[in-house]
């Protein structure tokens, strides 16, 4: 049964690529290898929008994941996020009136842009995530955090302002989210900053970030065309952290003056499409490239090791490395540590386990992190490549 395109509406999505079952819970780290060897699988089979080049997983489940405190996708222990996030709260606190206002943060994450952002701007916010594990309820700050899914019901705080970072991707439904959040604004001025993995350059590259929990992808043709449907305007786009990522910001009951609406056009559609065409093939060839290159390595006598057990990391080696070859694992995120990565059940240990490992080659799934993770190496006194997959 063909599945009509959740961002234009207009068309049927095309298959175009069966990556075949890879992990379901990319965020969970177990505390067994028996228990990550275990983790289960899902099936990715893409599909694309041929109006607007928007692109969903044409197989996904949606009873298949379960958010909670047992999953952790925290970006902040890295300080090149950190700087990333520091910047984006000046920017929004710059740019909109939020002294004084209340900010809706869906997808919330452990809360650190949440409570920035009300610092900084003098506003006042409610961050909900299931996935949130601290204190609940009032924050110094000035925010309330709520360890669930946000409501979008009666019960929702009136607000001013909503933000989801990494959130919308994984909706089963995106339209619809956006069809209530724009119901729940009513007839009052409100804005609002998405932000989201950028399929310009998933698909364009290897494909790591394509995983089971992004539901769909978006590039900045088709995220404009799912806000604008959904009864927004669209102020401003364009990407973030070096292509990574892609931004929208919203507007409702705002005069159209004030928004700058810039859309990006069918020459970025048909970009994105050409991307799409020779994506399965890429993605083919890059998963034989790496085995390729880790036999290579360990022929050579070296100890190779994957810096990064992000969802990156998890669907790299569940791809390229699924025998667990490697000599080792790496996050710099501490809950990590000493925990089993899902279906391939590589442990994954602290940077600083590496200074007595031997290995010549770092692999990274993530350029953007390229410098950070260098300099930690040279500080570590580890001498070794660092090879971006």
Known sequence: MSRICDACGSAALVPFADLGPIPVFCGVHWASRDEALASPLGDMRLG???????????????????????????????????????????????????AGATVLDIGCGQGEFLRELCHVAGCRGHGYDAMYAGPVGPDPSGAVLHSG??????????????????????????????????????????????????????????????????????????????????????????????????FVEIAVNVP???????????????????????????????????????????????????????SRGVQFLHLADPDGRLAAVVDVNPRKWGRYLPVTGHQ???????????????????PAYRNEIGTALRELGVNAELLVA
């Open 149 to 246: 899914h946000a409501p979008l019901d009666e019960t929702t705080p009136t607000f001013d302002f909503v933000t989801s970072r990494h959130w919308f991707e994984h909706l089963d439904d995106p339209h619809g989210f956006l069809v209530r959040l724009r119901e729940l604004a009513g007839d009052r001025p409100v804005r609002g900053y998405l932000e989201v993995p950028d399929a310009c350059y998933d698909l364009a590259t290897a494909g790591w970030e394509v995983i089971y929990p992004h539901v769909s992808y978006f590039d900045a043709y088709s995220l404009c065309r799912i806000v604008e449907r959904a009864g927004w305007q669209v102020a401003e786009t364009g990407p973030l952290f070096s292509g990574m990522f892609r």
């Open 348 to 366: 994954v240990g602290s940077p600083a386990s590496l200074t007595d490992l031997g290995t010549r080659s770092v692999i990274i799934t993530n």
């Open 256 to 310: 159209a003056s004030a928004t700058g609406r810039k859309l990006p056009g069918p020459a970025d559609r048909d970009r994105q499409l050409e991307s799409i065409a020779g994506f399965d093939n890429r993605h083919a060839a890059e998963r034989e490239h790496w085995r390729s290159t880790i036999d290579r390595l360990l022929a050579a006598g070296d100890q190779p090791v994957l810096w990064g057990a992000g």
């Open 48 to 98: 694309y929008c041929p109006e607007c080049a928007y692109v969903r997983n044409l197989a996904f489940d949606p009873t298949a994941l379960v958010y909670d405190t047992t999953m952790d996708t925290n970006l902040h222990h890295s300080p090149a996020f950190q700087t990333f996030s520091a910047e984006l709260v000046k920017h929004l606190a710059s740019r909109y009136p939020l």
